[in-house]
């Protein structure tokens, strides 16, 4: 038993060293640098060589402006400028009329200052005349002529107010003017200064009477 054994281990370590011969003999190939290829220029042919120039960069070109050309060929026609209508001239306002009374019951008579005259109406059938005569005596003498009116001029205005039954003057006011401001004034105010009047006649039914009265005045 003990010479197999001894056999057995001759064998192993032959084989190991078969082994080991073979792998020594194997070639290794160790890997090297890549073989690149030159070509050799005689340096005389060196002037020969057109050297490249380098690429250029790509310019991108604009795009083109597109040209709007006019859809009208005649182009637009301008409209004439149009006149402005020149300012209408006032037209010349006519003199006013004199002041008419309604059907006077007593027609213009001078009474009270110097170049003043006096005319009444009433605003219904008042037969009672001589009520009328004392009404515009009164008035007449409460006027006196503003300063200030030109000769040559004879302003005339209406005054309208109404009498009470006991002689009461209520509700005066300028009726027509005459243009000349201060002339209605005074006009007014005589209306003004004479209340109160003498009271209604008995004989006269009405609550009350409406009065017209004209002053007209030329200068002396």
């Known amino acids: 038993m003990r010479t197999a054994v001894v056999g057995s281990g001759l064998v192993h370590l032959a ?100 170049g003043l005259s006096g005319a009444l109406a009433t605003d219904t059938n008042f037969e009672f005349t001589y009520y009328l005569t004392l009404v515009r005596n009164k008035v007449a ?26 002689g009461t003057v209520s509700g005066a006011r300028i009726e027509t003017g005459s243009g000349v401001e201060f002339f209605d004034r005074s006009a007014l105010r005589a209306v003004q200064l004479s209340d109160p009047l003498p009271p209604l006649p008995l004989g006269f039914s009405g609550g009350d009477l409406g009065v017209h009265f004209g002053f007209r005045y030329v200068a002396p």
Do not use: C, H
């Open 15 to 114: 084989l190991v060293v078969v082994l080991l011969i073979v792998r020594t003999s194997a070639t290794m190939i160790v890997p090297g640098p890549d073989v690149v290829q030159v070509s050799l220029l005689d340096p005389s042919q060196m002037a020969t060589i057109t050297p490249v120039a380098p690429p250029q960069p790509k310019v991108e070109r604009e795009p083109e402006k597109e040209t709007v050309a006019p859809t009208e060929v005649t182009g637009v026609k301008l409209q004439p400028e149009k006149k402005k209508p020149q300012p209408k001239q006032p037209d010349k306002q006519p003199e006013p009329a004199p002041p008419q009374l309604p059907a006077p019951a007593l027609p213009y008579a001078t009474v009270g200052a110097a």
């Open 141 to 166: 003498s409460a006027w006196a002529p503003p300063a200030g009116l030109a000769s040559g001029n004879a302003p005339q205005a209406v005054v309208y107010f109404r009498i009470q039954r006991d």
